[in-house]
T-cell receptor, first 115, second 111 residues
Framework: DTAVSQTPKYLVTQMGNDKSIKCEQNLGHDTMYWYKQDSKKFLKIMFSYNNKELIINETVPNRFSPKSPDKAHLNLHINSLELGDSAVYFC??????????????FGAGTRLSVL | GEDVEQSLFLSVREGDSSVINCTYTDSSSTYLYWYKQEPGAGLQLLTYIFSNMDMKQDQRLTVLLNKKDKHLSLRIADTQTGDSAIYFCAERWGRDDKIIFGKGTRLHILP
């Protein structure tokens, strides 16, 4: 039983296309995140949702739009893909953003390659 | 600003101890973490320490926290080939409660 699962694992697409990555967690957590890891393995937070509400929105292009239909799901839609969007995108979840340890559990990642 | 610094590479002989160092910026950080990333996988929490502690030991892992210098270290005793991975230091950024990750230290095990 995978705790945080994201699909697809690999995504290869042409520049200019629109694509979505899905994430689901079965841990009963309230908070979910999207991170981007570049080719040098640097990890940067993009978005965070707590109980379907956006709480962290870093300086990410408007082409990236997260959507949380319920607290167990956080999807990432990317419009007009660019070469620089090529990276590994990680979804994560934690019990809550306020108080406590805020230990984050990560999915296995989606490797996006834009050609 | 938000910045967690760690060296990018470390090579250690099998059986020796590995020490990975990290400095962080937010003196109000409540929790500090070490995550491990194996090739092709997501990050996995190894251990964490609360800011009112200065040491935490968990089997082969020892975490030392120097709050005055904002310095965190992870010691892995008796390093094994399975310890080969990227290790990320992270702090819980007090102001808006997000986790800031360092750039990761790639641990390479020499035979």
């Amino acid at each position: 039983d995978t705790a945080v699962s994201q699909t697809p694992k690999y995504l290869v697409t042409q520049m200019g296309n629109d694509k979505s990555i899905k994430c689901e967690q079965n841990l009963g957590h309230d908070t979910m995140y999207w991170y981007k890891q570049d080719s040098k393995k640097f990890l940067k937070i993009m978005f965070s949702y707590n109980n379907k509400e956006l709480i962290i929105n870093e300086t990410v292009p408007n082409r990236f739009s997260p959507k949380s239909p319920d607290k167990a799901h956080l999807n990432l839609h990317i419009n007009s893909l660019e070469l620089g969007d090529s990276a590994v995108y990680f979804c994560a979840s934690s019990q809550g953003a306020g108080g406590g340890k805020n230990i984050q559990y990560f999915g296995a990642g989606t490797r996006l390659s834009v050609l | 600003g938000e910045d967690v610094e760690q060296s990018l590479f470390l090579s250690v002989r099998e059986g020796d101890s590995s020490v990975i160092n990290c400095t962080y910026t937010d003196s109000s950080s409540t929790y500090l973490y070490w995550y491990k990333q194996e090739p092709g996988a997501g990050l996995q929490l190894l251990t964490y320490i609360f800011s009112n502690m200065d040491m935490k030991q968990d089997q082969r892992l020892t975490v030392l926290l120097n709050k005055k210098d904002k310095h965190l270290s992870l010691r892995i005793a008796d390093t094994q080939t399975g310890d080969s991975a990227i290790y990320f230091c992270a702090e819980r950024w007090g102001r808006d409660d997000k986790i800031i990750f360092g750039k990761g230290t790639r641990l390479h095990i020499l035979p």
